[in-house]
């Protein structure tokens, strides 16, 4: 709004002057022939009609007369004219009237002069009331027209302002559309980097795990041949000194590959029914000797509330509880350790359970305890020196507790012990399902009956090693470098099972197993092979990987194989699988391991 337009609905207000000059206009209209004066309370001249002489004392002294009579009062001009007065309440005013016709006596009250001119003063009053009213109306309209031309143009400018915001923020909301756009392009490009980068790693990890176990595969193995053969003492000794160095380094490195692997996400849990006091019982197996060789008591004990077969990952569940009970071995030189599950509450069918382990040992000083659930971190930077170890147990098990939907925490009172405890719910298993443990004891229990393995591999140390364990389990062994070389094998000489490596060069595991398949499936090909033609059943063929993942489990399953053993190749778990897998009616058994 402009201010000159707002100003004018201040112009033509009627002012008090305005007002007692419009009322003795009237009145001189009505009473042409007297001469009329308007005076103030104080005797000041506000204004007149036809002059009429008067010194201010005589106007004042008038004045005050009439503004304490009731009616007229008698005064007289300077030049002696009579006159009279009457005090005027509403204007605040003295109206002094000279009306030389009127004889004196005819002023007193109730006269009829007195009543006419007192009537005739009401009227011009009245009129002159009338007319302030009208112009005060006639004000009121131009105010109210100058306040709706503001009020219409406040709106259009209102609406002009509300146009101009529209705008602006259209344009607004396109730089930003434009912008998130950009950005989500950018983090979508990001996240392509990423998941390349992520599935980089998780080959390299893969090729890693390959390329360090099998290593670790022929130390072990040959260091446990040699062990058994016949040895002096110091040679015996130093055998002993190469499994264990190599066992604990074979550790580091799934302790690694690990942690790796639960940071790349790659980490799943298996969901398979095991028994709790099996797992609790083989933790306590592992430490029972070195305890009581310690001096130490080592105990179990498993509530009854908690459930006895439970759903979940035995092996993972395994593995945190041998890092607890080894770091409370391993820091603990009297007194006890106990391992201990007890009940904590049931909700949504799963029985929330607490695992402890607890032990007497040195503690763990307060302002650490944080610390050392870091990788590659000790509770004080003596303890590598003292005890071995490199930081990474806890920070693994504390993962794997997460995975597991618990919270892995620890009391600790230096010289005093440590409990290292977590709180996860249990899944009990179905009655009818047979875990797979159970499935390999029952296995197990079958008599070794022997027969001829083909070994498919192309490192000629594992061909050793493994050649070597195959016989000492009874059963005669050929050996082929790579697929191509099995089929040639199967072309000529008939076979109760392939041990069949997957990464091999020329033709790998996966290619020969898929090849056998569709040989098997074609009856005009599968009559030149020996090794084929006679079998009324699939060939048995159990893939030898170093790659643990479950994918590469399944992937050996989707060529066609039917078992999976990862190496290094551990003596009884190859046992366990040839005996389980070789056909009853097998070939016969082989006499002379050499
Ligand atoms: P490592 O034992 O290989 O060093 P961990 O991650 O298992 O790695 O343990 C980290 C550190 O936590 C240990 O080095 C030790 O200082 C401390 N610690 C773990 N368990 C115990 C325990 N039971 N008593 C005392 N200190 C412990």
Not at 471 to 485: L, M, N
Not at 491 to 512: I, K, Y
Not at 553 to 566: D, I, R, S, V
Request: proline fraction near 3%; include cysteine; charged fraction near 25%.
């Amino acid at each position: 709004m402009t201010e000159a337009t707002f100003d004018a609905i201040f112009d033509d207000l009627i002012d008090v002057n305005e007002e007692l000059q419009s009322f003795l206009r009237i009145l001189d209209g009505l009473l042409p022939q007297a001469s009329l004066l308007l005076v103030n309370e104080a005797g000041v001249l506000l204004d007149g009609t036809r002059p009429l002489a008067f010194a201010q004392p005589l106007r004042e002294k008038l004045v005050n007369e009439a503004k304490s009579t009731d009616g007229f009062v008698v005064g007289k001009t300077e030049n002696d004219v009579r006159c009279h007065a009457v005090y005027l309440e509403k204007l605040s005013a003295v109206l002094i009237i000279s009306c030389a016709a009127a004889p004196d006596d005819a002023w007193g009250p109730g006269s009829a002069l007195a009543t006419l001119l007192q009537n005739t003063i009401d009227l011009a009053m009245h009129r002159q009331e009338r007319e302030m009213l009208v112009a005060d109306h006639e004000q009121s309209v131009r105010q109210i027209n100058i306040l709706q031309q503001q009020h219409g143009k406040l709106i259009e400018d209102n609406y002009r302002q509300y146009r101009l915001n529209q705008d602006r923020e259209k344009e607004y909301a396109r730089k930003l559309e434009s912008e998130i756009a950009k950005q989500t392009a950018e983090l979508r490009e990001a996240n392509v980097r990423l998941e390349e980068i992520s599935r980089l790693k998780s080959d390299f990890l893969a090729n890693m795990s390959h390329e360090l176990r099998t290593p670790m595969n022929a130390i072990i193995g040959f260091s446990e041949l040699l062990s058994e053969t016949p040895l002096g003492e110091e040679q015996l000794d130093y055998t002993r000194t190469i499994a264990q160095s190599a066992a604990s380094l074979l550790s580091l490195i799934n302790d690694i590959l690990d942690l790796a692997k639960i940071e790349a996400g790659k980490l799943e849990l298996e969901h398979l029914p095991f028994d709790l006091a099996e797992v609790i019982g083989n933790v306590a197996a592992m430490f029972k000797i070195p305890a009581r060789e310690k001096g130490v008591v080592f105990t179990c004990k498993i509530d009854g509330n908690v459930p006895k077969r439970i759903m979940g990952d035995s092996n993972r569940l395994r593995q945190v509880l041998i890092n607890l009970a080894g770091n409370a071995m391993k820091f603990t030189e009297q007194g006890g350790i106990d391992i201990e599950v007890a009940y904590e509450r049931e909700a949504a069918s799963r029985i929330f359970s607490r695992f402890s382990v607890r032990d007497s040992g040195i503690g763990i000083p307060a302002d650490r305890v944080g610390a050392i659930f870091e990788k590659f971190t000790q509770a004080d930077g003596s303890t590598t020196r003292k005890y071995g170890g490199t930081g990474l147990g806890l920070a693994i098990c504390l993962q794997l507790v997460e995975l597991m939907g618990g919270r892995l925490a620890v009391e600790s009172e230096v010289g005093k012990g440590s409990t290292f405890y977590f709180v996860i719910p249990l899944e009990e298993a179905p009655a009818e399902i047979i875990s797979l443990d159970e499935h390999k004891i029952a296995g197990l229990e079958k008599t070794a009956r022997g027969g001829r393995i083909l070994l498919v591999e192309d490192n000629a140390v594992n061909q050793r090693l493994a050649s070597i364990l195959i016989t000492r389990e009874g059963y005669k062994v050929e050996v082929a470098s790579d697929g191509a070389e099995a089929l040639e094998h199967l072309r000529h000489q008939p076979f109760d099972l392939v041990l069949m490596d997957v990464q091999m060069p020329n033709m790998d595991g996966m290619e020969a197993t898929r090849r056998i398949r569709k040989i098997e499936a074609d009856p005009d090909q599968k009559q030149s092979y020996v090794g084929l033609r006679a079998l009324t059943q699939p060939l048995g063929i159990v893939g030898l990987t170093a790659h643990a993942r479950k994918e590469d489990e399944a992937a050996c399953y989707a060529a066609g194989m039917n078992g999976f053993l990862t190496k290094p190749i551990v003596k009884a778990k190859l046992a366990m699988i040839l005996n389980e897998m070789m056909p009853q009616a097998s070939c016969e058994k082989n006499t002379d391991p050499s």
